[in-house]
């Protein structure tokens, strides 16, 4: 007990001497503690200092490697199209482009089960593909597109931005602008029995979509028989050909060159049948062309100015950090920190930021689809219609013009006069208009505007007139820019004519 008690003795004062207590501790010692306390505290603070350098350094380096900065060219360099579906409502047009974006991977299988519930929920099961496109309740309530849609894909050559246009008579106005901003058209017709019929007859959406079309400068066609494994066709030779059949001469009077220009293929959108691959043999054994993917990879792009004076019309605009607008370039390059101008309100703005298919990039170039951040501007001062243009060569705002038309159709019992009153729409600009003065007609057969003074005119007539709208508005002449002067007049749901910007006002 003794030894015990002494260890535990030894090991007090043994304690005592490592830790003596507070009063034990003179002036000087606390000094020197004081200073190791600092010393340990700026050894601690400037230890990682070097290692926050690295890190940072390291993230300047890896921010944006080599490799991404080569693949973020290589998607710029690749050409651009821009699709618009069009066509009669029910024709398939959101299925099909839905089943586009779901093969070329744009959409998971998860989602498409999601849809697919969602679809069966509502007793509506082959509309799950449609969903995708169709994103609001309203479209997937009624199983008609309203908006027009819009989603990207790419093959091996082409970045496509599918333009998903709405097919009901009632949303002609979306259609117009979904056209106006497409190179190249997918008219989806329905080989269904019955439908085909309902959308080709006078009044069907077929034959207005494709009048539509060519006056908006969608110069190429595809035109797609769309619902062939439908149990009334069931991949019919004879189905396919009476449709190709009755479409052709249409088109032609249309104005389409049709050996040139467009080109007819069968597929199922809702089965994905002759869209990314071609079609078996077992299901349809007389189809040897091409397949969806490859009839719009070897579509031509349309020839672009990039050093054109800069032209963007405006079709939608928000907040998000700043002023967006959004829009396809008709002419001309943007980059970021440009000086443009908004016209015709001659706000000078400048380019914060560009973003093409949802990708920040440095420029971009004429035929692309954009959102543009810009400053110098609020939101609310921004109309859809309005233009992004260059400072030095402004496009034009006017309230008049000079316009050759065709008289498509009137309304019963209404006449082509001066003081007749439409709707206009030019690229996107939707403004209502009256023609001021019936100038000249021209002659159909010679092309050369006739002697005689007209006071009216008939339908199937070519005019040269003048026209006036309430609001100034951006046009350039058809000559200079086709895809800002071209126009089409409509009246109670329906196109009246369509024309282009012969001459413009001297500023």
């Known amino acids: 007990m003794d030894i015990a008690e002494e260890i535990r003795a030894l090991q007090l004062d043994s304690s005592e001497e490592v830790n003596p207590p507070p009063d034990s501790v003179n002036e000087e010692d ?5 200073k190791i306390d600092q010393d340990t505290k700026e050894e601690s603070h400037t230890e990682p200092e070097p290692v926050k350098n690295e ?27 821009n699709v618009v579906f069009i066509g009669h409502v029910d024709a398939g047009k959101s299925t099909a482009g839905g089943q586009i974006l779901f093969l070329s991977g744009q959409v998971d299988d998860r989602t498409i089960q999601k849809y697919e519930k969602e679809a069966k929920d509502k007793s509506r099961e082959s509309w799950y593909m449609a969903y995708i496109m169709d994103t609001n309740e309203e479209e997937r309530a009624k199983g008609k597109t309203v908006e027009v849609g819009r989603a990207h894909f790419e093959t091996d050559s082409t970045r496509f931005t599918i333009l998903d246009a ?12 979904g056209a106006s901003q497409a190179d190249i058209g997918v008219l989806v017709i329905s080989a269904r029995k019955g439908e085909f019929e309902t959308g080709y007859e006078r009044g069907g959406q077929t034959r207005e979509h ?67 691959t071609r079609v078996e043999k077992s299901s349809c054994p007389w189809w040897n062309g091409p397949c969806l993917f490859e009839a719009l990879d070897s579509a031509e792009v349309p020839l672009r100015d990039p050093k054109g004076p800069f032209r963007m019309p405006i079709i939608d605009k928000f907040k998000d950090m700043g002023t967006v607008v959004m829009g396809k370039v008709e002419s001309g390059s943007l980059r970021e920190g440009d000086s443009l101008l908004v016209m015709p309100n001659k706000a000078p703005v400048k380019v914060v930021a560009i973003y ?34 260059s400072v030095a060569q402004p496009i034009s705002g006017v309230t008049e013009f000079v316009a050759q038309l065709q008289i498509l159709e009137l309304m019963e019992n209404a006449i082509f006069t001066a003081g007749y009153k439409a709707v206009l729409h030019v690229h996107s600009v939707v403004e209502e208009c009256e023609i001021v003065e019936l100038m000249q007609q021209i002659d159909m057969k010679t092309k050369k505007p006739m002697k005689k003074k007209i006071l009216f005119v008939k339908a199937g007539a070519i005019v040269v007139c003048r026209i006036q709208v309430n609001s100034s508005i951006c046009v350039e002449k058809f000559s200079d820019f086709p895809q800002l002067g071209r126009f089409t007049l409509r009246t109670e749901g329906k196109t009246v004519a369509v024309g282009k910007v012969m001459t413009l006002p001297s500023a």
């Open 55 to 81: 890190t940072k350094a390291k993230e300047k380096e890896v921010a944006p490697t080599a490799e991404e900065v080569v693949e973020k060219e290589e998607k710029i360099l690749k050409r651009h199209l």
């Open 166 to 177: 709405p097919g009901h008579k009632s949303y002609v106005p979306n259609m117009i602008m």
């Open 356 to 389: 093409c298919d949802e990708n920040k990039v440095p420029r971009a170039g004429p035929g692309e689809n954009l959102r543009v951040r810009i400053s110098g501007i609020e939101e609310e001062d921004i109309s859809a219609g309005f233009v992004l243009s």
């Open 30 to 34: 606390e000094e020197e503690i004081e």
């Open 210 to 276: 494709v009048q539509l079309a060519k006056t908006l400068g969608v110069t190429k066609l595809l035109v797609v028989v769309n619902k062939m494994d439908d149990p009334t066709v069931n991949w019919s030779k004879e189905r396919y050909d009476e449709i190709e059949g009755k479409m052709t001469p249409f088109l032609k009077t249309s104005g389409y060159n049709v050996k040139k220009d467009v080109q007819f293929l069968p597929i199922s959108g809702l089965m994905g049948l002759n869209m990314k």
